[in-house]
């Protein structure tokens, strides 16, 4: 499986005789892509309800995210390409440990997180951000594609279990609460009413 990685690795990290355009898009994608995914979501929130609560499920998933690879990095310290001496790391990471990529899972996480919203349009913009993100760490010699496959997987999962776990029970409790305000208000117009 190594071998396989590390063939898939050399494929498409970027050699010195790639365009210097090409480094740019690579690193626009990987430095600022995984931000302009979340600011154009929480532009969105400021208009939609829905697009709030999937506001909520990409910050609470990425967080919880950024916990699981520190995690995992520290208890399974897996090294970059660097460390095997692998192609060339075009942004310098040193051989510190990659596995999985935090940039790919919390894009991922991020991506998957709008998947109950009633159109697939945005959730499958987001996956085009977050694939570009993922190609971007390879192209710059970052990552293994392995430790985006462990990333995308690791993203989805999250954001399913928040969605499911966190954000949509917090969202049935505030709107049971809101409910009941808007009961008891026309209970007391009603009140109101009856006594004039």
Same mark, same amino acid.
């Given at each position: 499986?190594?071998?396989?990685?590390?063939?898939?690795?050399?494929?498409?990290?970027?050699? /010195? @005789?790639?365009? +210097?355009?090409?480094?740019?898009? !690579?690193? $626009? &994608?990987?430095?600022? *892509? %995984?931000?302009?995914?979340?600011?154009?979501?929480?532009?969105?929130?400021?208009?939609?309800?829905?697009?709030?609560?999937?506001?909520?499920?990409?910050?609470?998933?990425?967080?919880?995210?950024?916990?699981?690879?520190?995690?995992?990095?520290?208890?399974?310290?897996?090294?970059?390409?660097?460390?095997?001496?692998?192609?060339?790391?075009?942004?310098?990471?040193?051989?510190?440990?990659?596995? /999985? @990529?935090?940039? +790919?899972?919390?894009?991922?996480? !991020?991506? $998957? &997180?709008?998947?109950? *919203? %009633?159109?697939?349009?945005?959730?499958?913009?987001?996956?085009?951000?977050?694939?570009?993100?993922?190609?971007?760490?390879?192209?710059?010699?970052?990552?293994?594609?392995?430790?985006?496959?462990?990333?995308?997987?690791?993203?989805?999962?999250?954001?399913?279990?928040?969605?499911?776990?966190?954000?949509?029970?917090?969202?049935?409790?505030?709107?049971?609460?809101?409910?009941?305000?808007?009961?008891?208000?026309?209970?007391?117009?009603?009140?109101?009413?009856?006594?004039?």
């Amino acid at each position: 499986m190594q071998d396989l990685d590390f063939a898939l690795f050399r494929l498409i990290n970027a050699d /010195p @005789s790639v365009p +210097a355009w090409s480094l740019r898009v !690579a690193e $626009f &994608s990987s430095n600022l *892509l %995984p931000a302009l995914l979340t600011l154009a979501i929480g532009v969105c929130a400021l208009f939609s309800r829905r697009w709030r609560h999937a506001l909520f499920t990409v910050l609470v998933s990425v967080l919880a995210v950024w916990l699981i690879v520190n995690m995992i990095r520290t208890l399974v310290p897996v090294p970059r390409p660097a460390f095997y001496g692998l192609g060339i790391q075009w942004v310098p990471q040193g051989v510190r440990p990659g596995f /999985p @990529s935090l940039h +790919a899972a919390g894009t991922f996480a !991020a991506a $998957f &997180s709008l998947w109950f *919203l %009633p159109s697939r349009a945005p959730m499958l913009a987001a996956l085009l951000v977050a694939i570009a993100v993922a190609w971007s760490r390879v192209f710059l010699g970052l990552h293994f594609p392995s430790d985006i496959v462990a990333a995308a997987m690791l993203g989805a999962v999250v954001s399913i279990i928040v969605e499911r776990g966190v954000s949509r029970p917090l969202s049935l409790a505030a709107g049971g609460a809101l409910a009941a305000r808007r009961r008891a208000k026309m209970r007391l117009r009603r009140a109101s009413l009856n006594t004039d």
